[in-house]
């Protein structure tokens, strides 16, 4: 192959490689799929679509477990009143909270990775390995569904990825055991009902047109779970 065919080939490859970890996809493109505002119909609290009371007398699942993880224990200075757990796919083969932070930094330009948490599935961190971003250590607004700022999903709902792209195959076994396991614990320490509980594209208020987290993924069955 010539030299300059070869550096060609090269170069699409690398843009092809970078645009696939951008995150949650826009109708399966695997394009950044939200530049600000665009793509979310109303910039408001979760109270204007729900009751805000209804949160407040949901009964705790189940009782909040002393053995989950010291680092999913948000520090109490700064911890948030959360409402509502959204789901997500990478639309990625493989990655981790490294890479993701790295291209909504550096690429998309944001303070940091959108998610709170990234959940594994054996390429490129463990299957089921639960990691804790820095949006949750220090309890900040996410950047995982639509436009910032003054966004209900972001300002008050735990944004949870799952590396996998589910419009072609499942999450693994040990992704779906974790991420019941982390959405649990959440439910009974904010009282989130099941029935707050999105995939990305079904979030209340979202207009983008995502597939994400892909139909692949088991909402029905996953709940079922808790």
Known sequence: MPVMIKRTFFCLVTVVSIIS??????????????VGNVGYAAIKPLGAFFPRDEVRTVKPVMQLSRTVPWDWQPPA????D????????????????????????????WDGIGYDFVIGNGNGSGNGQVEVTYRWRQQVAGAHCGGT?????????????????????????GQLQSLAR????????????????????????????TMCPGDKFPMTAFKRML
């Open 21 to 34: 970890i951008s995150g949650c996809d826009s109708g399966g493109s695997g394009v950044p799929e939200i």
């Open 77 to 80: 200075s700064r911890e948030r």
């Open 82 to 109: 959360w409402k509502a757990i959204i789901i997500h796919h990478s639309v990625t083969h493989n990655g981790n909270a490294r890479v993701f932070h790295d291209f909504h930094k550096n690429v998309r330009k």
């Open 149 to 173: 700022p003054r966004n209900w999903a972001n300002e008050e709902a735990v944004g949870i990825c799952l590396v996998g792209d589910f419009t072609k195959t499942p999450p693994t076994t």
């Open 182 to 209: 982390l959405v649990k614990f959440l439910q009974s320490k904010y009282r989130i009902p099941s029935s707050r509980i999105y995939g990305h594209g079904s979030t209340p208020g979202y207009t983008g047109g």
